[in-house]
């Protein structure tokens, strides 16, 4: 099993930033590809943002521009930048590097307000 603890949420005014930071409890975690996934009340869970191992990006749509997801695998964490931020960002934010063999960690909340 591995763990994954993330941190950084917060209330944050539409247009300003947040850091998300997420400890990924695994040693090998630097060969594995890890994503940023958010969950809004009411909606699915989605994939916001991911890093190969090699530190290759994806982001979805509407993140585009403002999110950047990165990673420091020898301190095994992977953080996401999250600027220009709108209420259409509240959620619960989640790292994970295998979501069909791992189990979530608690997320870490993030507010926008209007």
């Known amino acids: 099993q591995v763990q994954f603890m993330e941190a950084g949420g917060g209330l944050v005014q539409s247009g300003g930033s947040l850091r998300l930071s997420c400890v990924v409890g695994?040693?090998?975690?630097?060969?594995?590809?890890v994503g940023w996934y958010r969950q809004a009340p009411g909606k699915l869970r989605e994939l916001v943002a991911s890093?190969?191992?090699?530190?290759?990006?994806n982001y979805e749509d509407s993140v585009k521009g403002r999110f950047t997801i990165s990673r420091d695998n020898a301190k095994n964490m992977v953080y996401l930048q999250m600027n220009s931020l709108n209420p259409e960002d509240t959620a619960v934010y989640y790292c994970?590097?295998?979501?069909?063999?791992?189990?979530w960690g608690q997320g870490t909340q993030v507010t926008v307000a209007s």
């Open positions: 994970n590097t295998d979501p069909e063999s791992f189990a």
């Open positions: 695994r040693s090998v975690f630097r060969i594995w590809a």
């Open positions: 890093s190969t191992s090699g530190g290759n990006t």
